[in-house]
C-alpha cells in the first residue's frame, strides 16, 4: 500500500474539517480483539497529529466511529483570517 500513497502509521480516516479548537479528525479503527492495538508508528503518528492541533480518536466499533465524528462535527466551526482564529 506504500507504493499507492499510503503513509505508514497514519490514522485510517482524516476529517479535513476544522471544529472547536482542532484542525482536523484522524479516526485509527481497532478490532474489539485483545490484540488489537497501535503499533509504536502509528503512536508517533498520532503524537505528530495532535501536536499540530488535531484530534485523533482510537474507535473499535462503527458506532465508536459515527460517534466521534459526530461529535467532533458539532463543536463550532472555526475561521482562519491571516493566522488568527476567528469563532465562526
Known sequence: MKAEGMTAGAADLLLLVPRGKYGSLGLEFKTQGKGSRQS???RRWQES???????????????DAI?????YMNQD???YH???NETD
Open 40 to 42: 509504536a508508528v502509528q
Open 49 to 63: 497529529f495532535e501536536a499540530a492541533g488535531n484530534k485523533y480518536v482510537v474507535v473499535r466499533t462503527l458506532e
Open 67 to 71: 460517534a466521534a465524528a459526530n461529535q
Open 77 to 79: 466551526k472555526q475561521i
Open 82 to 84: 491571516n493566522g488568527i
